[in-house]
């Protein structure tokens, strides 16, 4: 079986690559082809990604090239994890919107929308270029925003599924709380991609008992400060929201506070030049500890379990991803990409039925899909107005005067990445 990574020399790779080592009984790899443009960070990733599975003993080939033809040849899946622009273009992304008091963030909001433009078009064309070499290979998307380029994806026909690590990182920390394992934990997790909510939590499967109740009674606490949202809120709510409902939830809250420290980026640019002096180091043969503050916890689970699923070779039957919503949320489009829990087969992503969503929620999801129809658009077609009636549609802009004056910053910042500015 072969994989190939796109954005293979990523400081992040050594976690999927530790995630493959251990669970190559459920995933057996003989080749992953890691593909990136920088090859001075690809020596240095795919140096350490040998001594990893040297270390742990599996006995798959780790190969690395420039070359996107050469590297999806053959693959029987293919990984997206790249970043056009680099961090240098999230941290745009993370400032500008905050000119006009509007959160700065790379999946959501004006920042979301500018990575989403940048992105699509750079994945439609990798994609393209899987579906000459290997018209039935898969493509997991791990991609910002996830649920517009999977989207993109699905629309242009392309066999892909978006994958997130928000739902299986709660998964974790509840079967760690009930001292069960995880699989022993289903999640009711539904919405769009980082736009979701845990309405229940069941033990041993999709019909099981619902332990959310005794969750929130027992942990509300350290559950709302880990989301850092109040738990009277939660308590009103009955639900876990996403990590990601606090920009919306606490906008005005979140913008004051990212006006007063360095951006994300900034931080994760820092720690990158630090991971990539680690592996650099011949003796360094398994993932640092440093990694870990890195972000995409549990990714590497979930990927290996979702290409296994996908591939035929095992993995859990009912997965969270991001897939078309077809009836899913009858209020939505059919071709809307929900994030929701599916049961995953070599044939793809089926959703499960769910409840019908608290209107509480339900008006939330109806605009960010509207907005997402909007910045679709902009992506494929281009255009200074389409660009405005995305971010005008967008719950974290909404007004007028902020809709133009963003559109003005984020074709400014992204000038180069656009070919119709």
Avoid at 49 to 78: E, K, M, S, W
Wanted: glycine content about 10%.
């Amino acid at each position: 079986m072969k994989l190939a990574v796109v954005g293979g020399g990523s400081t992040y790779t050594p976690e999927l690559i530790d995630g493959f080592a251990r669970l190559r009984d459920t995933l057996p790899v003989s080749e992953l082809a890691l593909v990136d443009p920088d090859t001075a960070r690809l020596v240095l990733v795919a140096g350490l990604a040998r001594r990893i599975f040297a270390r742990q003993g599996h006995p798959g080939r780790i190969t690395a090239t420039a070359d996107l033809d050469a590297a999806v040849a053959d693959a029987d899946a293919v990984l997206l994890q790249l970043r056009v622009g680099g961090q240098a273009a999230r941290n745009q992304d993370e400032t500008w919107p905050l000119e006009c008091g509007c959160v700065g963030q790379e999946t959501t909001g004006a920042g979301g929308l500018a990575k989403a433009l940048r992105t699509v078009p750079v994945v439609l064309d990798i994609a393209e270029r899987v579906r000459r070499a290997n018209p039935d290979a898969w493509i997991i998307d791990f991609t910002n925003p996830v649920g517009v380029v999977t989207r993109a994806l699905l629309l242009a026909g392309h066999r892909a599924v978006g994958l997130c690590n928000v739902a299986i990182g709660f998964q974790r920390r509840f079967a760690d709380r009930l001292g069960v394992a995880p699989a022993d934990v289903h999640l009711d997790h539904v919405g769009l991609n980082h736009l979701t909510w845990e309405r229940a939590v069941r033990l041993g499967g999709p019909d099981g008992e619902d332990v959310l109740p005794r969750l929130l009674v027992e942990y509300g606490d350290t559950i709302a400060a880990d989301l850092r949202l109040p738990r009277p809120l939660l308590d009103r709510l009955g639900v876990v929201p996403s990590y990601y409902l606090r920009y919306f939830y606490a906008h005005d809250e979140v913008v004051r506070e990212l006006g007063t420290k360095p951006s994300r980026a900034a931080e994760v640019a820092a720690m990158e030049k630090e991971l990539l002096a680690m592996y650099g180091d011949p003796a360094l043969d398994e993932k640092p500890a440093l990694l870990a503050k890195r972000g995409g916890a549990y990714y590497s689970e979930a990927a290996v379990d979702l290409a296994a699923a996908l591939l035929g070779g095992g993995g859990s039957p009912y997965q969270v991803v991001n897939t078309l919503n077809n009836g899913t949320l009858p209020f939505l489009p059919d071709d809307a990409v929900v994030e929701t829990q599916a049961a995953v087969g070599p044939e793809g992503a089926v959703p499960l039925p769910v409840a019908p969503l608290d209107p509480l929620y339900a008006g939330l999801v109806a605009h960010v899909t509207a907005y997402e129809d909007l910045a679709l658009d902009a992506a494929l077609r281009g255009g200074r107005e389409r660009v405005s009636k995305a971010l005008l549609a967008h719950p974290l802009v909404g007004q007028y005067e902020y809709a133009e004056k963003l559109t003005d910053l984020l074709v400014a910042h992204n000038r180069e990445h656009l070919a119709w500015a």
